[in-house]
């Protein structure tokens, strides 16, 4: 039995003509850089998330970037990132102008140690960009304690954390500002690049607008210094089409984990990563720890099912950003996780018996 780690097929054929009619509609409308179906997305997306505003942008990286950009962050100033997560944080932190400090996550979840990034501000401190790495909502009221008192800026990762709630709220609406990616295999995944902020700052919003478009408010009048990075028309109406069967999809997430977790809770070489029981998990990966993780991944390869690592190697690790000065065995917890995590197949659609399949084979 063939079990890929993603299936994006299943979500396209079901809404099939749900899609075609949109891309049509963004034909008819000539309108394939920004336009109506962005600005219709737009506010829906900023509905879903419970804030005023929603930017569409070119990808996840991009709003990132673009927040700390729109906010004023740049040279001198110092970002918290933790070290456990896509090289697209330090990248846009890199890009803003502004310096990466990294700081290690706790062992349970893989997500942000609050400890850790108290120890790590300074007065050089701008921002604290914590990341609802695999789905999972970060505790966050430690963190916007931690901002107030410091005047920092508290930017959400939401890339990996479509529809996810902690404490009853929606990530996107528990900082200054969240971004989001809609990469093709992401909860709400368009059909290709695309990205957006949501924030309820207006000022935020405005200066993000304008710096998405090369500065520009009006055509031909560049008021800051921005670039070429909208939402494309064609892709803001494919997630149009697909947001209403966001909580349905999440929803089946969440329980082909249960099924997991329960098929794996007597399995003493493998445990799964914590659930937090105030947060709502939306599961865009499930993640398990094994021992001798890289010939596991290579028998569940063997035996047809798409396993994969999220991720090998931790950003203080990373070759484009030794230059940062980490150690290699510094953030131990990172270390330990990079050696034995290994995402396993989830997706709305995956099958009791593909499950069955992959845990039998695990």
Not at 6 to 23: K, N, P, T, Y
Not at 73 to 94: S, Y
Not at 141 to 166: F, K, N, S, T, V
Not at 229 to 253: F, P, S, T, Y
Request: aromatic share 6%; charged share 20%.
């Amino acid at each position: 039995m063939r079990v890929p780690l993603v299936d994006l097929s299943l979500v396209h054929s079901d809404l099939d003509s749900e899609i075609g009619s949109a891309i049509r509609r963004v034909i008819e409308e000539n309108s394939f850089a920004g336009g109506p179906e962005v600005e219709a997305f737009e506010r829906r997306f900023a509905s879903a998330c419970g804030t005023r505003y929603c930017v569409g942008v070119s990808s996840g990286t991009a709003a990132l970037e673009l927040i700390l950009r729109a906010a004023g962050v740049g040279e001198g100033d110092e970002v918290i990132v933790p070290v456990n997560t896509f090289v697209a944080d330090a990248e846009a932190v890199l890009l803003a102008g502004a310096t990466p400090v990294f700081v290690d996550c706790v062992e349970p979840t893989g997500l942000i140690d609050p400890d850790a990034v108290a120890a790590a501000v300074s007065s050089a401190t701008s921002a604290i960009m914590p990341v609802h790495l695999y789905g999972q909502p970060v505790r966050m009221q430690p963190l916007q304690e931690l901002a107030a008192r410091h005047g920092l800026l508290l930017i959400e990762d939401a890339c990996q954390a479509h529809g996810a709630r902690i404490d009853g709220r929606p990530v996107g609406s528990l900082g200054d500002a969240a971004a989001f990616s809609f990469y093709p295999s992401k909860n709400l995944g368009a059909m290709g690049d695309a990205g957006a902020v949501t924030t309820d700052d207006q000022t935020l919003a405005d200066r993000l607008r304008m710096i998405r478009d090369h500065g520009s408010r009006q055509k031909y009048c560049h008021e800051l210094l921005g670039g070429s990075h909208r939402m494309d028309g064609i892709q803001a109406a494919v997630l149009g089409a697909k947001l209403d069967c966001l909580d349905r999809w999440n929803e089946q997430r969440r329980q082909i984990a249960a099924s997991y977790r329960v098929a794996l809770e007597l399995k003493d070489s493998v445990s799964c990563l914590a659930d937090l029981s105030d947060g709502q998990h939306v599961y865009h990966l499930f993640v398990v720890r094994v021992g001798e993780r890289d010939s596991v991944m290579e028998g569940l390869h063997g035996a047809g099912i798409g396993a994969a690592i999220h991720y090998p190697v931790p950003l203080h690790r990373q070759p484009s950003l030794a230059g940062l000065g980490y150690a290699a065995e510094q953030f131990p917890v990172a270390n330990r996780l990079a050696e034995e995590i290994l995402s396993l197949p989830i997706f709305p659609g995956l099958t009791t018996d593909q499950v069955d399949w992959v845990v039998s084979a695990l």
